[in-house]
């Protein structure tokens, strides 16, 4: 059964950088695309960052230039580095993952994407 397991999450000031980890359990070949989306209460899921299996990246507008997504083949683990964090960067954020070979990563809602993490809390204030 594949499981994504999200860690990493915090509290950091303004201007500060955290590293999120999501490591890949149970299955041994990469994904198709891994993701990164976000969600802060009253607001929709955005899609922050994905990448292929190939390793081509993207990365979304509202964080392009402070976060960049990795992975790590040999360890089955998908990074999301963010530097100059803002406050408007704090919500939850989740990794996410799809086998389907077909799959356009930087489509982050179409279709959904297949499997999920639990999350991890990022919260940025003074």
């Known amino acids: 059964q594949v499981q994504l397991r999200e860690s990493g999450g915090g509290s950091v000031q303004p201007g500060g950088s955290l590293r999120l980890s999501c490591a890949t359990v149970?299955?041994?070949?990469?994904?198709?695309?891994m993701a990164w989306f976000r969600q802060s209460p009253g607001k929709e899921r955005e899609g922050v960052a994905s990448?292929?299996?190939?390793?081509?990246?993207s990365v979304a507008e509202s964080v392009k230039g402070r976060f960049s997504v990795s992975q790590d083949n040999a360890k089955n683990t998908l990074y999301l580095q963010m530097n100059s964090l803002k406050p408007e960067d704090t919500a939850m954020y989740y990794c996410a993952a799809d086998w389907r070979a077909n799959r356009v990563c930087p489509d982050y809602f179409n279709p959904p994407y297949s499997y999920w993490g639990q999350g991890t809390q990022v919260t940025v204030s003074p």
């Open positions: 149970g299955v041994t070949y990469r994904a198709a695309c």
């Open positions: 990448i292929s299996s190939s390793g081509v990246t």
